[in-house]
């Protein structure tokens, strides 16, 4: 039995929202749109066809990949999109790992010149990347590139959009891929197009992402994906908690332990400081001149004339 969601609209960070919005040939259009927004002009879109996502190795022993979205322009560039909702170990490795699949898919049998088309990883991440928590750029374009910086190869891009760095508010959309990225967050929260979405293919957006809309079949994939994708929130959320409070606890007791260690070498200089002015005490009871008594001691003059 499938109960009613109290959502209007479909969230698309789940596995199956995010395929029905930019999966399906019916809904390419807003693929195209939201590719658009990422790409450099020369390769921008205005048709792709959609190619088998999963990959078997060359050999039986070969990992296979799975794709989450593979698609091809009509000039022959080729896309892999990716919504990755839990930061993963080796991610830029299995990232770059999945773009050898597109480039050797392109080998020809007989004579061929090697010549290859481009080919795009984009990675829409509901994580941030650990080298970039500290940095408030939240779009990554990475190419290979010389030791001058200077780009090597420019047919091999990744293209990374860490979700979590972006805050803004519906006031505060200034682009189209600004709104693209609201909408990615914030879809299964509204209950209507707002005016600042109401544009023609955001109107195709709302149309596919109404759970009315959806048969009981439909509903029932999408509440399945939904508890995943919320289950998977919530073991992360815990394991960042977690984590967040092990280091609290660990910092506690290295704060101890630091304290304990400064306050005996605090304890330790006192100490010699005072074993420094009893010295000099006896060495000016003594009549030794105050000039000697500083060399012997490291004490200042004015800390010798005050004893």
Known sequence: MVFPLPDKYIDLLTDFGFKRVFGTEPNKALLIDFLNTLLPP????????????????NTLVDRR?????????????RFIVEMQKAKQNLFKDRSVYYSTFPIQEQAEQGFWNYELTAVYTVGILDFVFDDHKH?????????????????????????????????????????HFDKWLFLLKHLA?????????????????????????????????????????????????TL???TLE???????????????????????????????????????AAGLPAQDIAQYTGLSMD?????
């Not at 260690?261 to 002015?277: D, H, N, V």
Request: include cysteine.
């Open 135 to 175: 940095d408030s750029e939240l779009l990554h374009v990475v190419e290979l590139k010389n030791q001058h910086c200077e780009v090597f190869y420019d047919k091999l891009k990744f293209i990374y959009v860490e979700l979590p760095k972006f805050t803004k508010s519906l006031d505060e959309l200034e682009s």
């Open 42 to 57: 020369h390769h921008h879109l205005k048709d792709v066809n959609f190619k088998n996502p999963e990959f078997l190795g």
């Open 246 to 284: 092990q280091g609290i606890e660990q910092g506690i007791k290295q704060g101890i332990k630091q304290g304990r260690a400064e306050g005996r070498a605090e304890g330790k200089a006192e100490g010699r400081q005072e074993e420094k002015q009893q010295i000099a005490k006896q060495m000016k």
């Open 303 to 307: 800390e010798i004339d005050r004893l």
């Open 240 to 242: 960042i908690d977690e």
């Open 65 to 77: 990949a799975i794709f989450d979205i593979y698609c091809q322009s009509e000039t022959g560039e």
């Open 189 to 237: 929260q509204l209950n209507e197009p707002p005016l600042p979405l109401q544009e023609d293919v955001f109107a195709q957006l709302f149309d596919v992402a109404e759970i009315a809309n959806f048969s009981s079949a439909e509903q029932a994939l999408y509440q399945d994906s939904l508890k995943v994708y919320r289950d998977m929130y919530n073991v992360t959320q």
